[in-house]
């Protein structure tokens, strides 16, 4: 693998979004990094050890944004999290499938919904979205989360609110499993599994990875160039790079094998046991 690079020659960045640090350095010529977490930084609440002093090593020389797809928590949870591996993140550089969703909500003026999520994610999207009514009385959607406090109350509301054709039914992702250091766990695709065969439909929109709407401005921000997403999924996370036309690192850390990358069209940028690697070359 290529030594590391610095380069200090800076984007202008758009009219009134400026990167996170000024004068940011490259490592590879990449100057953003957008991490998955679960199996990239961390698996559950094991940190990644090589993936950690990676981040660490090179905080001071690139941007770093982190990118889960997990609606099972808030912010401020992964930020403690992050805080807790000696990452210093910010609200700022953590991206989510929140943020196209508040925003498709208001874009079509739902201000009624009903959450099949946990307390955690329900406090989050209220805060995200103050206006936004939680509740199954005249509710105008369904959003669908990970909802790790599940219960058959919150099936059967959410079953017959679907059944109503004017009800919009909407998924803050696609993956079918949350991964776990026992094994993985049903996500919010295999959810949407058990709703088909209930009631016979599906999400109208699903956010999160792989829509690159789930990387917000950044796209703007910096060249494409310049940007790198590196994470353990296929589906998800190469599939948003392949969307975005960013470049991709695959970490074996997580889901992944290597052995599954037989047939992609489309080979990562770079393929590493997981990002320890990457500062194996000198950071």
């Known amino acids: 693998m290529p030594c590391f690079e610095r380069n200090r020659r800076a984007a202008p960045p758009a009219a009134h979004h400026k990167p996170l640090r000024a004068n940011p350095g490259t490592i590879l010529g990449k100057r953003c990094f957008v991490l998955d977490l679960d199996g990239t930084v961390?698996?559950?609440?094991?940190?990644?050890?090589?993936?950690?002093?990676?981040?660490?090593?090179?905080w001071g020389t690139c941007d770093f944004y982190f990118l889960?797809?997990?609606?099972?928590?808030?912010?401020?949870?992964?930020?403690?999290?992050?805080?807790g591996m000696g990452?210093?993140?910010?609200?700022?550089?953590l991206l989510s499938p929140t943020l196209p969703l508040v925003?498709?909500?208001?874009?079509?003026?739902?201000e009624r919904a009903y959450l099949v999520g946990n307390r955690d994610y329900?406090?989050?999207?209220?805060?995200?979205?103050?206006?936004?009514?939680?509740?199954p009385e005249d509710a105008q959607a369904v959003i669908l989360a990970y909802d790790t406090e599940l219960t058959?109350?919150?099936?059967?509301?959410?079953?017959?609110?679907?059944?109503?054709?004017?009800?919009?039914?909407?998924?803050?992702?696609?993956?079918?499993?949350?991964?776990?250091?026992?094994?993985?766990?049903p996500d919010v695709g295999s959810f949407t599994a058990l709703y088909e065969k209930a009631v016979g439909r599906l999400p109208e929109r699903i956010f999160g990875k792989p829509d690159p709407a789930v990387l917000g401005p950044l796209?703007?921000?910096?060249?494409?160039?310049?940007?790198?997403?590196?994470?353990d999924r296929l589906s998800t996370?190469?599939?948003?790079?392949?969307?975005?036309?960013?470049?991709?690192?695959?970490?074996?850390?997580?889901?992944?094998?290597?052995?599954?990358?037989?047939?992609?069209?489309?080979?990562?940028?770079?393929t590493v046991r997981d990002l320890g690697e990457l500062a194996e070359d000198g950071v």
Not at 88 to 93: C, D, F, H, L, T
Not at 103 to 110: P, S
Not at 237 to 258: M, Q, R, T, W, Y
């Open 122 to 135: 329900g406090a989050a999207l209220a805060e995200a979205m103050p206006e936004l009514r939680l509740g």
């Open 237 to 270: 996370d190469k599939k948003l790079a392949d969307n975005a036309g960013i470049d991709f690192i695959l970490v074996l850390s997580g889901e992944a094998k290597e052995e599954d990358l037989r047939g992609e069209e489309r080979l990562p940028w770079r």
């Open 152 to 185: 058959y109350e919150k099936l059967r509301i959410s079953a017959h609110l679907l059944q109503k054709p004017e009800t919009v039914y909407l998924a803050t992702h696609p993956d079918l499993v949350c991964p776990d250091p026992e094994g993985p766990l």
């Open 68 to 83: 889960s797809n997990n609606t099972s928590r808030g912010p401020a949870a992964y930020i403690k999290k992050l805080e």
């Open 87 to 93: 990452i210093p993140a910010e609200a700022g550089q």
């Open 219 to 231: 796209p703007a921000l910096y060249p494409h160039e310049t940007m790198v997403i590196a994470g």
């Open 42 to 58: 961390y698996l559950g609440d094991r940190p990644i050890k090589g993936a950690v002093e990676f981040i660490r090593r090179a």
């Open 103 to 110: 925003a498709y909500l208001r874009e079509t003026g739902i």
